[in-house]
């Protein structure tokens, strides 16, 4: 992966509208944050190959970024905290935010064939 | 040291790493002594966290990165039966109960295992390692009473001494070292940090009693407190 490129990323957001495409959409603070700290309030979730067709995508320009899908059927996807991205070897849009540690925070995927299980 | 001969083990976790950590040092010794070892492994942690800034991996390659560190993991600790059971990361606990006991039934029905080592019930902290466990005591609770394998369990909750006192299980695995670090080596994504610890833990000389290098524990299952009444 590759830290955020704006142009390059928005291009590649761009490549995916107005047809049908399989979403991963995650965000997670670890199944342990709460063992390692009872103070911490553990919430997560995730969806994957879920079908939507957005109309407009955009990623806004500050770092860490957020990513807005607004949907053709008048509903949103919305993530926080993009720090990297690529196109993979399948042709699909993998987007994620890395903490300052390197673990996985948020994660947004896009993909024109559907996610492995 | 092991007090018990066994014919057959059976290890049943959900993600690639949970042997190394508590078990990889007890199961050297175990493979050691020519005891054949199974280890059926739920899932391949495709939902793991540690993916690194700048990231070495992604969501995507993670399953197939972690499956070759579980494969490498497993031929340090000398475990020659490794089955990958296909399921998916923090899912687990929402797969069908009675579908997960058949899945252990069908494993100790084929192996006759005289030992399982799985977590312990109650005591195991992450939702995944609670939903296997649950299953393998469910499974063993419908055997005869005199044809059950023993059953050892994993348990690191913070109140696991305030409930279940102190583990009666504990082998001395100063001597199998060089196996738990390989196993704990071979997962690199995801024990980077304990690793450098246990450096410099050695580099400062430290003679720590207890660590995660020279003894494991696990609990005797205790049958006459089951963690349900039934299923």
């Known amino acids: 992966m590759e830290t955020v490129e704006i142009t390059k990323l928005q291009e ?106 | ?92 606990e929402f797969e069908d109960d009675e579908k997960m006991v058949q899945m252990m039934t069908k494993l100790i029905d084929e192996l006759q295992p005289s030992l399982v080592i799985t977590f312990y019930p109650n005591y195991a902290v992450h939702p995944d390692h609670e939903a296997t466990c649950k299953a393998v005591v469910r499974a063993i609770r419908r055997m005869p009473v005199n044809e059950r394998p023993r059953l050892y369990g994993v348990a690191f909750a913070n109140d696991t001494v305030e409930g279940l006192g102190e583990p009666d299980i504990v082998n001395d695995i100063r001597d199998v070292y060089e196996h738990k670090l390989g196993s704990m080596k071979a997962h690199a994504s995801q024990t980077g940090w304990m690793l450098q610890e246990e450096e410099k833990r050695r580099e400062e000389g430290d003679t720590a009693e207890s660590n995660w290098f020279t003894d494991e524990s696990m609990y005797s299952y205790k049958w006459d407190q089951d963690f349900e009444e039934s299923f």
């Not at chain 1, 997560?44 to 807005?68: D, M, S, W």
């Not at chain 2, 005891?35 to 059926?40: G, K, L, S």
Request: charged share 20%.
């Open chain 1, 12 to 117: 590649l957001i761009n490549s995916f509208a107005n047809e049908d495409v399989y979403i991963h959409l995650e965000t997670t603070n670890g199944a342990y944050a709460s063992h390692f700290d009872e103070k911490v309030f553990n919430a997560g979730c995730f969806i994957r190959n879920v079908v939507v067709q957005y109309e407009l995508g955009k990623v806004t320009p500050e770092a860490p970024h957020r990513v807005g899908l607004k949907l053709a059927n008048g509903g949103w996807i919305y993530a926080q905290g993009i720090t990297h991205f690529e196109l993979d070897d399948q042709g699909r849009l993998l987007m994620a935010g890395h903490d300052y540690e390197g673990k996985l925070a948020v994660a947004l995927e896009i993909s024109k064939t559907p996610f492995a299980y």
């Open chain 2, 1 to 92: 040291m092991l007090e018990q001969q066994e014919s057959q083990i059976l290890v049943v976790f959900p993600h690639p790493d949970d042997e190394a950590f508590g078990v990889s040092g007890t199961l050297a010794q175990y493979a050691n002594a020519g005891v054949p070892i199974t280890y059926a492994c739920l899932t391949l942690g495709e939902m793991g966290r540690n993916l690194g800034n700048p990231p070495f991996a992604t969501r995507e390659s993670l399953p197939e990165i972690r499956k070759k560190e579980l494969q490498a993991s497993c031929d340090s600790i000398g475990i020659q039966d490794l089955r990958m059971m296909g399921l998916r990361d923090k899912t687990v």
